[in-house]
């Protein structure tokens, strides 16, 4: 089984809402990733948790906010985003480190208006 | 500088056509590894295949073939007998965990493939 799962599939929020992005994975992988993505673009590294330690920001504004309750889960929490934030986010995991392959969930298409 | 560099933008063919997608890399480890995914309208990134740089070999899967050359740096995609389902964008991309312990992957561009009926 080499899936992963993301909730929700689309999300609409407004400039001031607080929403969260969820994703899990039960293949006993010990590194997940958070990536954006544009259209006609390929994905754009935001965050790594390995061991549910924070592993990796790159260099992401604030008002995104990862978290890792444990080694099967992990959301990342939106606020006070701005329409150019609206994307598609998609999650990955992988066994351990870059030697080993990410696989991806289907994504959560987002829209901030 | 571009590690992974796939020339090709877009590429139209008619079903039962045979398509190759071009993928060059740049690295200056002797450790590194190589993948191709596939994302179709729905958005979620397909698995592929993963290649390690020991190991040249080329390699079939159904309708899809690798051609894998350290010399010149390429890790070339071709689908044989194109079906509409193959309408996607393909990435490659690598990873060099020598460099640092760090996770990352480096995308090409993609490429979008459609094939019509």
């Known amino acids: 089984d080499t899936e992963v799962t993301q909730t929700p599939k689309h999300l609409v929020m407004g400039m001031t809402n607080k929403k969260s992005l969820k994703c899990e994975q039960h293949m006993g992988h010990r590194a997940m990733y958070w990536y954006k993505q544009k259209a006609k673009k390929p994905p754009e590294l935001m965050f790594v948790?390995?061991?549910?330690?924070?592993?990796i920001n790159e260099s992401v504004p604030s008002r995104f906010s990862p978290e890792c309750p444990n080694s099967s889960l992990l959301n990342l929490h939106l606020h006070a985003l701005q329409p150019e934030d609206s994307a598609l986010y998609l999650c990955a995991s992988s066994p351990t480190s870059a030697k080993g392959t990410q696989y991806f969930g289907p994504g959560t298409r987002l829209t901030v208006l | 500088a571009q590690k992974v560099t796939q020339a090709q933008t877009e590429i139209s063919v008619v079903e039962k056509e045979d398509v190759t997608l071009d993928c060059v890399y740049e690295t200056r480890d002797t450790t590194y590894y190589l993948f191709w995914y596939k994302q179709p309208p729905s958005g979620e990134l397909v698995f592929l295949i993963r290649r390690n740089s020991f190991d040249e070999q080329n390699e079939i899967s159904g309708r899809y073939s690798w051609n894998f050359q350290k010399s010149t740096s390429s890790f070339n995609f071709t689908i044989t007998a194109s079906q509409v389902v193959d309408s996607a964008v393909y990435f490659c991309a690598l990873s060099e965990p020598e460099r640092s312990n760090d996770y990352k992957l480096s995308f090409g561009a993609g490429t979008t493939v459609t094939v019509r009926a």
């Open positions: 948790y390995s061991y549910e330690k924070l592993s």
